[in-house]
């Protein structure tokens, strides 16, 4: 059940809103492109990265053996966590307005998906799940990788920005989500060194 916001929730959205309402705008409307506008609606959808998912899968399970099977199984654990922690904890209890149902940020804002989820904005679900990943993907293969690792935040990245440009989430709850992510991947990471060890071939 959601429940009304305590009155310093509504005080410190207050505060924040101008800078966010200032940032979405310019990210929706002054640095887009008919390139952006094509592309980036595409890149919040599972299976735009069906690939990436299916390639990490081959790449471990065939390099890693047993170890890389029990990787499998903590990104799934982290997938489930983040999106736990972000949609059915926070969401519901710090409630925040989507911009694209705002009564003054909607009508400013240009749209590129068919919905606008009623759910709370805060923190946007998509980046924590996505930067959790990103950061127990970096901490775990990166071993093996080596610097090709860092890559996995621009793929969080590049999510996370979608989210704020077609209008679904402001740019604070991108950044909260994606520290949250951050702080989930790195402690499931700690946890899967610890529990099955460092990566190393088979």
Known sequence: MIVDPPAFLLTFWQLIQPFDAWLITHINQDWSTSFL????????????WMP???????????????????WVMGVILCAALSDLISSQLIKPNIIRTRPCRD???GPQLRFFINYCPRSSSFTSS????????????????????????????????????????VGVHYPFDVFCGALLGCGIGFLLSKLFHKRIGMLTVS
């Open 103 to 105: 009564e003054i940020m």
């Open 37 to 48: 506008d094509t592309v980036l609606p595409f890149m919040r959808e599972t299976l735009t």
């Open 126 to 165: 998509h980046a924590t799940n996505h930067f959790a990943q990103a950061m127990f993907f970096f901490a775990t293969l990166r071993p093996a990788i080596g610097k090709w690792a860092g890559l996995f935040f621009v793929w969080a990245f590049i999510i996370a920005y979608t989210q704020v440009y």
């Open 52 to 70: 990436l998912y299916l390639f990490l899968l081959l790449f471990v399970t065939r390099n890693f053996g047993i170890k890389g099977w029990w």
